[in-house]
Each structure stands twice: as structure tokens, then as C-alpha cells.
């Protein structure tokens, strides 16, 4: 992508860091990874020799002060996206608040279905036959910000909670891309 206009983008994770694989993958200049823990998908921005912190809340007296720390690491990079790829804090509403139209999730269902943690699980056992992933903006409601795009996958008669993750792990990873890509060429926006 080429636009020397476009926001730096940070990308938050906790876990695996399959979407900070694709983001990268796809071309998407990633400025800073931020993980709350020393996780799979921060040892593989480093290894990529990308600028990558850990942030971890036990370090801080309460989820303000983690929060303000974030604001402070996302004010030095210069940031002006981000994109949450697995990352397994709720973030508090004055940061969020803060980052209303600049801050992006991935989420493992369709929403407004499912949300939370657990989503295939949940699917299956309702008999679902439509299941998928969705790109939303961040707001101070968990999973339940304004819907950029949805990505949906069918629910097959055998599939077990195993086979269902991979097809929507690998549905995020089409998706989440191309998603942040147009929010930094700012073709999508939050009104
Ligand atoms: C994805 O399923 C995403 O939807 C959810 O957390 C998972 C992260 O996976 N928010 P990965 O670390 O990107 O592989």
C-alpha cells in the first residue's frame, strides 16, 4: 500500500498472531506491535524486527494506569490506528473513548451473535449453519462497536469446534487486512 499520508498503525495481540501474520503478509506497514504478555505473536514482530513492546498489566496498579500507559507508548510511535488482533484486555472507556474512529477488532462470530469468548463453541452447540468473523469499531461495550464488514463461513454437519475455529481463523485472514488497509487509506470511516 503507498500513501504517505496514511496514519501509522499499531497492532495489539495476546496470542498466536495468525492476523499480525496476514497484516503483514498483505504489505500493511505495521509501525509498533503491543502484546500484554511475551506471547507467540510478539516474539514474531520481533523476529520480523518490527517495534514491539509488552505491556503488562500486573505492572501497573489498576486498568487506568495500564491504559495511560498505552496512550503514552501509542503517543511516542506517533500512532494513528489500531488494529486489536487477539488481544485479551478490555480496554477502559476513557482510552477508548480517546480512540473512537481509530481503533479496530477482529471478532470469531457474527456479530451481534456471539459475543465474547468461546464463539464456536457456541455456534455449534446452537446448531448454527451460518458462522464467521466480523471487523468492528472499538467501543466502550464489548464486541458491540459499529460493523465494518463481516466474513461468512457455513457450519458443516461434521465439523467439530476444532475445524470450525480454522475455517474462520483463516476467513480473519482474508478479511482483517483488507479491512485496516482501507481504513488507512481513510475509505472507511466511523460517523
Ligand atoms: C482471533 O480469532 C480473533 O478473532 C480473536 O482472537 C483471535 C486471535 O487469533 N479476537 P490470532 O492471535 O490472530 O491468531
Known amino acids: 500500500m503507498s500513501s504517505s499520508e496514511a496514519p501509522r498503525l499499531a497492532v495489539f495481540v495476546s496470542g498466536r498472531g495468525g492476523n499480525l501474520r496476514a497484516i503483514l503478509a498483505h504489505g500493511l ?6 502484546a500484554d504478555r511475551p506471547a507467540p505473536a510478539w516474539r514474531a514482530a520481533r523476529a520480523a524486527g518490527l517495534p514491539a513492546c509488552v505491556v503488562e498489566p500486573a505492572a501497573f496498579g489498576d486498568r487506568a494506569a495500564f491504559d495511560a ?33 481509530r481503533m479496530l477488532n477482529i471478532h470469531p462470530s457474527l456479530l451481534p451473535a456471539y459475543r465474547g469468548l468461546r464463539t464456536h463453541r457456541r455456534a ?38 476444532a475445524q470450525l ?20 487509506l481513510g475509505k472507511i470511516a466511523l460517523r
Not at 29 to 34: I, N
Not at 165 to 184: S, T
Open 29 to 34: 506497514p505495521v509501525a509498533l506491535v503491543v
Open 69 to 101: 500507559a498505552l496512550a503514552t507508548v501509542l503517543a511516542a510511535y506517533g500512532i494513528g490506528l489500531v488494529a486489536l488482533a487477539g488481544f485479551m484486555r478490555v480496554l477502559g472507556p476513557e482510552l477508548v473513548g480517546a480512540w473512537r474512529g
Open 165 to 184: 475455529a480454522r475455517r474462520v481463523a483463516r476467513a480473519e485472514r482474508r478479511l482483517y487486512p483488507r479491512v485496516i488497509e482501507r481504513a488507512l
Open 124 to 161: 455449534l452447540a446452537d446448531g448454527a449453519r451460518r458462522h464467521g468473523c466480523t471487523v468492528h469499531w472499538v467501543t466502550a461495550q464489548l464486541d458491540a462497536g459499529p460493523v465494518v464488514q463481516q466474513s461468512v463461513v457455513p457450519v458443516l454437519e461434521d465439523d467439530d469446534e
